[in-house]
C-alpha cells in the first residue's frame, strides 16, 4: 500500500524564522514521483515541485528548498526566512505505479508578523 | 490564459438534489480528475479520465457520476446518493494520465440546505 504521512498538524512561526515541513512516504514502487502543493486560504491547490525516485538531488528555488533521502523515505520542505504570505496548508503526495496521487494529511503553516 | 476554471464558486444542493458541478480545462491536457476535500484532511480522489470518453472510478466514487464527452470538460454530478456530500470539490488535469504533474482549479464549495 502507498501512504503518505505528514505528522506536523499545525506549525505556528515568527516572520524571518526558518521552517521544515516533513513528508515521509511508504511505497514497494521503484519508480515514483513526490510533490509538494501549497493550498492557501483561497483554497486552490498550487504546484510547487516535484522529484522522481531517481534523483535524490536537493532543490532550491529561492526560499524553498526540498531534502529527498530514499533511505528514510523522506521528502522534507524547508522555508527560510518566512514570510506572512507563506501561511497556507502544505500537502506532500506521492504517485507510484498506479498512476493515482496519494495526498498527505497536509500541514497547516501560520507565519505571525 | 491557459488553466483549469471551476464553477460555481460555491453550491447549496437541497435534499434529493442532483447537482452538477463544472471543470473546464483549456491545457489540451488529456487526463482529468475529480477530488473531495474535508476540513483537516488531505484530498480523496473521486473519477479520473486518462483520455476523453473514458472515465474510471477512483476511491470514492459512490455517489458521483461524471462524464468526459469533450477533452476540455469533465463534469461531476453529485446525486441524492451521497449523503455527506458537504466538502470542497477540486478539479485538476494532467498532460497524460501516469507520472505528470497535477494542476489544480480554484475549487467548488458544495453545501447542502
Known amino acids: 500500500a502507498q501512504k503518505v504521512t505528514q505528522a506536523q498538524t499545525e506549525i505556528s512561526v515568527v516572520e524571518k524564522e526558518d521552517v521544515t515541513l516533513d513528508c515521509v512516504y511508504e511505497?514497494?514502487?521503484?519508480?515514483?514521483?513526490l510533490f509538494w502543493y501549497k493550498q492557501p486560504p483561497s483554497g486552490e491547490l498550487v504546484f510547487l515541485i516535484r522529484?522522481?525516485?531517481?534523483?535524490?538531488q536537493n532543490e532550491i528555488s529561492g526560499r524553498y528548498s526540498w531534502n529527498f533521502q530514499k533511505s528514510t523515505s523522506s521528502f522534507n520542505f524547508t522555508i527560510t526566512a518566512s514570510q506572512v504570505v507563506d501561511s497556507a496548508v502544505y500537502f506532500c503526495?506521492?504517485?507510484?505505479?498506479?498512476?493515482?496521487?496519494?495526498f498527505g494529511q497536509g500541514t497547516t503553516l501560520q507565519v505571525k508578523p | 490564459d491557459g488553466g483549469i476554471t471551476q464553477s460555481p464558486k460555491y453550491l447549496f444542493r437541497k435534499e434529493g438534489q442532483n447537482v452538477t458541478l463544472s471543470c473546464e480545462q483549456n491545457?489540451?491536457?488529456?487526463?482529468m480528475y475529480w477530488y473531495r476535500q474535508d476540513p483537516g484532511q488531505g484530498l480523496r480522489l473521486i473519477y479520473y479520465?486518462?483520455?476523453?470518453?473514458?472515465?474510471q472510478k477512483g476511491d470514492i466514487a459512490e455517489g458521483y457520476s461524471v462524464s468526459r464527452e469533450k477533452k476540455e470538460s469533465f463534469p461531476l454530478t453529485v446525486t441524492s446518493a451521497q449523503k455527506n456530500p458537504t466538502a470542497f470539490y477540486l478539479c485538476?488535469?494532467?498532460?497524460?494520465?501516469?507520472?505528470?504533474?497535477?494542476?489544480f482549479g480554484p475549487g467548488t464549495r458544495l453545501l447542502v440546505l
Open positions: 485538476a488535469s494532467s498532460i497524460e494520465w501516469l507520472g505528470e504533474t497535477q494542476y
Open positions: 479520465s486518462q483520455i476523453v470518453n473514458d472515465f
Open positions: 491545457l489540451n491536457h488529456d487526463a
Open positions: 511505497t514497494r514502487d521503484t519508480t515514483y514521483y
Open positions: 522529484r522522481n525516485s531517481f534523483d535524490e
Open positions: 503526495a506521492l504517485r507510484g505505479n498506479t498512476g493515482k496521487l496519494i
